[in-house]
């Protein structure tokens, strides 16, 4: 596609539910980036896909949190039981390669937990 | 680990010259970057500097001094557009994580 790709936009959910965020990253980028924005706050790194692996996954606050990348492309977020601190816009990158630090980012999905 | 820290907030004229410094302390570097980010939306690429000295393009400017772990962005003829937040990132010695500082939010007034 033409840019970074996330859904959904925005979500809400109750305290202890599952989600899924969900990455579509610009086609031919083998580099995928997950972060984590708090209001006023710098974006905070989460995870790194190079191609199919978690190349490094040091930024997952916890085991709750869990992120794929089956195929190469599309990654998904997964947080479990849910708790009000993970309300924040997650935010996807990607990059053509690995290293070049001109990450091209989605617009986010801003979570809110009740 | 990598600390990065900057200003959390600035206010400028429009017309002015607007300089935004950025300090960090890393385990390992491989690059300091600027990026740009309006209320609401997502960052943007601005600049990146790998090596010491001044890199130009356009209105904005990036300095970087490694010994120092010093870097600056200086925007020049400021517009109000040009109002939004402001973050560093430093990249690490693998090249695989990007931390961002807390962001310099830049107010550009008339």
């Known amino acids: 596609g033409a840019g970074v790709s996330q859904t959904p936009s925005n979500k809400v959910t109750e305290k202890g539910k599952y989600v899924e965020l969900r990455c579509d990253p610009i086609?031919?980028?083998?580099?995928l980036y997950w972060y984590r924005q708090s209001l006023g706050q710098g974006p905070e790194f989460l995870i790194y896909?190079?191609?199919?692996?978690?190349?490094?996954d040091s930024g997952l606050p916890n085991d709750r949190f869990f992120a794929v990348r089956p195929e190469g492309s599309v990654s998904t977020l997964k947080i479990q039981r849910t708790e009000r601190g993970d309300s924040a816009v997650y935010l996807c990158?990607?990059?053509?390669?690995?290293?070049?630090?001109?990450?091209?980012f989605g617009e986010g999905s801003r979570l809110t937990v009740l | 680990g990598q600390n990065i820290d900057q200003p959390t907030e600035m206010t400028a004229t429009e017309g002015a010259i607007v300089q935004i410094n950025c300090t960090y302390q890393?385990?390992?570097?491989?690059?300091l970057f600027w990026y740009q980010q309006h209320a609401g939306e997502a960052p943007t690429f601005l600049s990146y500097n790998v090596l010491d000295g001044l890199e130009e393009k356009g209105r904005f400017s990036s300095f970087l001094s490694r010994s120092k772990g010093y870097s600056y962005l200086l925007l020049k003829e400021l517009q109000m557009k040009d109002s939004a937040s402001y973050l560093c990132?430093?990249?690490?010695?693998?090249?695989?994580?990007?931390?961002f500082g807390g962001g310099t939010r830049l107010m550009v007034k008339p």
């Open positions: 990158a990607s990059s053509q390669v690995r290293g070049t630090g001109e990450l091209f």
């Open positions: 896909f190079q191609g199919t692996g978690a190349a490094d």
């Open positions: 890393t385990s390992g570097f491989n690059g």
């Open positions: 990132a430093a990249f690490n010695n693998a090249g695989n994580m990007l931390t």
């Open positions: 086609s031919g980028h083998t580099a």
